[in-house]
């Protein structure tokens, strides 16, 4: 009886936790329509009409694996990825061992579960931080956003925040979980460029309520990671800074101070006289150590390394633009069919008679613009396997026929897959909702897999499609990256799937910091030198 009485309070008490972690969902006090966007955007089927609660019920499945803990979701690549960033080994065992490393990550992740409750609250007050300053200025010219000069990021955004719920019940709209609204002043373009930016790739769509759901699901880790970043920018700026102590300050000859203001962007008004630019270097040293880390990311760091090159200031400037570059140099060895095949994916006109240049300029102009689902380009880079597969299940005869043939080459295959697809296309109803359905299956069972069971004839026949020389020697393995390189920027424009921005923004800041650590270093060997030098004078 006791022991019953003990279980009874157990479960009494273990309701009481469940009941104040409910109660204090943030969907709890979303409207109908926030919820069904949340689900949507998470691609979780829900039935309509539905009521509040099966809305609810439905969300609270699914809130902890989406909301709190989105890695859950991840495959092992993805998992063992995040972990190597953070700078944990996995051994191979453990890689394929997917609830270890979940593990792991939990243990790693960028909040708790609390703060994450939280923060699906206040939505206002994070989801802006990963927009562009121009993205923030044609956010507040579109709602008459008064911002005063100069409009720097910080006052743009501390402005868009504070009218945040005031543009949206203008519209009429919800503010807890945004509709389409917040990004009305975005382009298609733009929204690829978030994801393109943000290592978030951007599937072969067109619809402009896709990408908005695809920028708004990721919004949050986003803006997690562009926090650590910020984290790190602060400490690593700390711990420089905390080295340059009076000894060092005072060590320094006027040139010696005049040049670290310089080349760390210190305003030196004219005529100052040497204590007084050692006072502005102190000044500047105890607004770097009070942690003044404004909400722009360059702020916490921009200043000191201006005369360097601002590496802090425009990393993530600097990743967009490295991608750009990387993309510039692939599209410079394209054919002229493969170029049109590019700019056709995307349906952007080519003019009559275009020469080879306009084209990769019209591909250059259009590296973040998505592409249609499907195409003449979609059977590119799928494998015999997945041809056949979909050849026999097409309901093509003659396209069943040639997927049949032990002698078809892959050339063969890809005409009638494309000549079944279009057929499919043009009846419509249920035979292209078919050839859809099965096609996108085949595209994400195949994308891990891509050219791995190629030949090398097949390869270099690929390559030799975007007009890229195979150099003598080349081994399979390296026709292979090479083909997926190429592949990828096909389809994606300057994105890189398998990577994200944010690693090429840790080494370029990696670099700023050192160059400052250097500065301080040579201010420590000078103080150093000049204690030797009173020394030897007693």
Excluded at 110 to 138: C, G, M, N, P, R
Excluded at 301 to 308: H, Y
Excluded at 426 to 435: F, K, L, P, T
Aim: hydrophobic letters at 35%; glycine letters at 4%; a neutral charge.
């Amino acid at each position: 009886m006791r022991w019953l009485s003990v279980f009874s309070l157990g479960l009494a008490a273990d309701a009481v936790v469940a009941s104040n972690w409910f109660s204090k969902a943030a969907y709890n006090k979303w409207h109908e329509t926030e919820l069904e966007r949340w689900l949507s955007d998470n691609d979780i089927p829900y039935p309509t009409p539905a009521d509040r609660k099966d809305l609810e019920n439905l969300i609270q499945k699914n809130w902890d694996s989406y909301a709190v803990a989105p890695y859950k979701n991840w495959d092992s690549d993805k998992l063992t990825s995040y972990l190597q960033s953070k700078g944990v080994e996995t051994k191979e065992s453990a890689k394929s061992n997917k609830d270890a490393l979940v593990s792991q990550v939990a243990n790693t992740w960028y909040e708790t579960e609390d703060k994450a409750q939280t923060a699906w609250t206040d939505v206002h007050e994070w989801i802006l931080d990963t927009w562009t300053e121009s993205s923030l200025k044609a956010f507040a010219d579109k709602h008459g956003i008064p911002v005063p000069q100069p409009r720097t990021r910080d006052t743009l955004l501390q402005k868009a925040r504070a009218n945040y719920e005031t543009i949206a019940k203008k519209a009429g709209e919800t503010a807890s979980y945004p509709g389409d609204w917040l990004y009305d002043s975005w382009s298609e373009s733009d929204l690829k460029e978030w994801l393109d930016t943000h290592g978030f790739p951007a599937p072969q769509i067109t619809e402009r309520n896709k990408l908005i759901a695809l920028v708004r699901r990721n919004s949050r880790l986003a803006y997690l990671r562009l926090q650590e970043q910020k984290a790190s920018a602060s400490a690593s700026a700390n711990a420089a800074y905390a080295t340059l102590t009076d000894k060092v300050i005072d060590a320094w000859s006027e040139s010696q101070l005049k040049e670290f203001c310089d080349k760390n962007g210190i305003n030196v008004p004219q005529g100052s006289k040497v204590n007084e630019v050692r006072a502005i270097v102190r000044k500047h040293r105890a607004d770097i150590l009070r942690d003044n880390v404004s909400a722009s990311a360059s702020s916490a760091f921009g200043a000191a390394t201006s005369k360097a090159g601002n590496q802090y200031a425009k990393a993530t400037n600097d990743a967009s633009l490295a991608a750009q570059d990387a993309f510039n140099s692939a599209v410079n060895t394209w054919s002229e069919s493969r170029l049109k095949s590019y700019l056709d994916a995307r349906g952007v006109p080519v003019p009559q008679g275009s020469r080879t240049d306009q084209l990769r300029a019209l591909v250059r102009r259009n590296a973040h613009k998505a592409a249609h689902p499907y195409g003449a380009w979609t059977w590119d880079d799928l494998s015999y396997e997945n041809l056949r597969q979909y050849l026999a299940n097409s309901g093509n005869a003659a396209a069943k026929k040639v997927g049949e043939s032990s002698s078809a080459t892959r050339d063969d295959l890809v005409d009638a897959a494309q000549s079944a697809y279009s057929s499919a296309s043009s009846a419509g109803g249920g035979s292209y909702a078919s050839a859809t359905s099965y096609l996108l299956h085949a595209t994400e069972a195949a994308k891990k897999s891509t050219f791995d069971t190629w030949s090398e004839s097949e390869l270099k026949a690929y390559l030799d499609s975007y007009g890229v020389p195979v150099p003598q020697g080349s081994t399979v393995n390296e026709l292979r990256a090479e083909a997926r390189k190429q592949s990828t920027y096909f389809k994606y424009g300057t994105t890189n799937p398998a990577s994200t921005a944010f690693a090429k923004i840790g080494e370029n800041v990696k670099d700023a910091y050192q160059w400052v650590v250097d500065q301080l270093g040579a201010g420590s060997e000078a103080a150093k030198k000049k204690a030797g030098d009173v020394k030897e004078e007693l």
